[in-house]
């Protein structure tokens, strides 16, 4: 288990089938992957250079090179292998881009889930085996992973499916990404703010502030959400399919979820 101050972990640490992840953009953000032996690295990107996509200015600036980008030569270990987007393979000097090598922990108490202020780091839910994360990353990487979306298809949901095999069973719902759902928690906490009447001090209301950020955080948790099932790597495409035969989609979905399954 890693400690609470930090998750950051030596190269020589990891094993394959591994979550592994590196801060982005001045810890704005995470890029998260499965780390997949002899120093390859499976994640899912938007598209080259570019690891997610918010549809507005800001994705001028949440970026970060790959090989398939990147100034001069591709990178003479992986550069070959890099697909435009979706899931790829890539070396993990590619994948870390100059950041901190940070592992993601599995399995943790809610007390230390609590422990970690920021989501994105860890979560109550337990991992599979390693063979049978690194194997489900491999058929993702020649199969694909569906289109990328920011709030319900990250890569953060990526390894997190490969590691476990859940996926969100609501359609109207965030997905696995501990990134978001701290997120969510905060603007929960500052929504919350009307509980201000409920004390007198600026002490209580930062408990109870701090108090709705941590029970957002909690709930959102693939450890103990009741809206996830567990759908094997080879029947992924066939969830989706029958997710929109059976859901009745805004106009616009459905054509998305079609894309989905071209693509995979």
Not at 69 to 97: A, E, N, R, W, Y
Not at 120 to 139: E, F, K
Not at 210 to 220: A, D, L
Request: aromatic share 10%.
């Amino acid at each position: 288990m890693v400690g609470v101050l930090s998750n950051r972990v030596n190269r020589e640490d990891i094993a394959a089938g591994d979550h592994i992840y590196s801060w982005r953009a001045a810890y704005i953000y995470a890029h998260h992957g499965i780390y997949a032996g002899d120093g390859m690295v499976i994640h899912f990107t938007r598209a080259a250079g570019h690891e997610i996509g918010t549809g507005t200015f800001m994705d001028k600036f949440l970026f970060s090179s790959s090989p398939a980008t990147g100034d001069g030569p591709p990178c003479q270990k992986c550069g070959h292998l890099i697909k435009p987007q979706g899931v790829i393979m890539s070396c993990l000097d590619c994948f870390l881009d100059g950041g901190i090598l940070y592992l993601f922990d599995y399995a943790v108490s809610p007390t230390f889930f609590l422990a970690k202020a920021r989501g994105g780091t860890c979560t109550m839910a337990p991992s599979d085996a390693a063979h049978l994360v690194v194997h489900r990353a491999q058929h993702l990487l020649n199969n694909g992973f569906g289109m990328y979306s920011l709030f319900k298809n990250n890569c953060e949901d990526f390894a997190i499916y490969c590691k476990t095999e859940l996926l969100v069973e609501t359609v109207f719902s965030v997905g696995r990404s501990g990134q978001l759902g701290s997120l969510l928690a905060g603007f929960s906490a500052v929504a919350s703010s009307p509980l201000r009447f409920l004390t007198t001090s600026a002490a209580g209301l930062a408990v109870v502030t701090s108090s709705m950020y941590c029970v957002g955080r909690y709930v959102s948790d693939m450890g103990v959400r009741r809206d996830v099932i567990k759908v094997p790597v080879e029947r992924l495409v066939e969830h989706w399919v029958q997710n929109v035969t059976l859901t009745p989609a805004p106009q616009g979905v459905t054509q998305n979820h079609q894309e989905i399954h071209q693509s995979c």
